[in-house]
């Protein structure tokens, strides 16, 4: 009985290993309060998954997760269109890189332009974890 038992545990360990969190670095680039909510969206869908976990620094390991770039900017502030005070949109540049055991840079892995309304921000985020989602299936 116990050789079964030592047998399913063995069985069971590479399950285990797979299902560890893979870390997520968000780098929020912008001066806007749409971006802003944004990033803290994206974030928070992080911290509530069971297969990422935020990182807030570069991580030293064999796994060291994804590195994602999130670049916004308010159309109105940059162009003075004259609305600034009231912030309707944001426009956001996205990279995802790999983060490679033992190498001092990350390997590029995804990239997307876009743009979100003020009403539409929950959304966005859970698209753009959708993408975060994409590369770390793609790490096999």
Known sequence: MRGWAIALV?????DI??????????EW???DASGGVLAGKIRERIRGSADKR?????SAGPN???SVI?????????WQDGIAAQSRI????????????GASDDAFAGAAL???????LASCAGEIVEAIDEQIARRG
């Open 54 to 58: 935020e990182a807030l620094e570069r």
């Open 114 to 120: 876009g743009y979100c309304a003020q009403a539409d």
């Open 70 to 78: 999130l670049q916004t900017l308010d159309p109105a502030v940059e």
């Open 10 to 14: 063995a069985l069971a360990a590479p």
């Open 64 to 66: 060291e997760g994804l």
């Open 17 to 26: 290993a797979a299902a560890q969190a893979v870390a997520v670095k968000l």
């Open 29 to 31: 680039i912008g001066n």
């Open 90 to 101: 944001t426009v956001y540049s996205l990279t995802i890189n790999r983060r490679r055991s």
